[in-house]
Nanobody, 122 residues
Framework: QVQLVESGGGLVQAGGSLRLSCTAS????????LGWFRQAPGKEREFVAV????????YYADFVKGRFTISRDNVRSTASLQMNSLDSEDTAVYYC???????????????WGQGTQVTVSS
C-alpha cells in the first residue's frame, strides 16, 4: 500500500510556473511507476506524464509540448512535476498516482493522492 500526498498547487498568472510535489509513504515506492494526471471541471481525468521506477523512461502528453518535467527521488520517496509557461487550459486538479506499469490510462494506476488545485489566470 502506498499513500500519496500532493502539494504545491495554487493560483498563477498565464506564462508563470509552478512546481507540484508528491510525497509517498508506505513500502516499495521505488518499485512503482509514478504518473501525474489532471482533471478540469466537467472533463474526464487525463494523462499528463509518467516516469518509470528507475527514472530511465518518461512519457508526456502531447499538450505538454516541452513545458513540464517529471522527476522523482526514490531515496526521499518524492516526485515532482515542474510546470512552465502555464496557460488557462492547464487549470485543473492535479493528481499523482503510482502503478506497476508505464501507462497513460488512469485505470492502470493503483494508488492516488487527493489532488492539488492549479488555477492559471489569463
Amino acid at each position: 500500500q502506498v499513500q500519496l500526498v500532493e502539494s504545491g498547487g495554487g493560483l498563477v498568472q498565464a506564462g508563470g510556473s509552478l512546481r507540484l510535489s508528491c510525497t509517498a509513504s508506505g513500502p516499495d515506492f521505488s518499485g512503482y511507476a509514478l504518473g501525474w494526471f489532471r482533471q478540469a471541471p466537467g472533463k474526464e481525468r487525463e494523462f499528463v506524464a509518467v516516469l518509470s521506477w528507475d527514472t530511465y523512461t518518461t512519457y508526456y502528453a502531447d499538450f505538454v509540448k516541452g513545458r513540464f518535467t517529471i522527476s522523482r527521488d526514490n531515496v526521499r520517496s518524492t516526485a515532482s512535476l515542474q510546470m512552465n509557461s502555464l496557460d488557462s487550459e492547464d487549470t485543473a486538479v492535479y493528481y499523482c498516482a503510482a502503478g506497476r506499469a508505464m501507462a497513460r490510462e488512469p485505470s492502470v494506476f493503483d494508488f492516488w493522492g487527493q489532488g492539488t488545485q492549479v488555477t492559471v489566470s489569463s
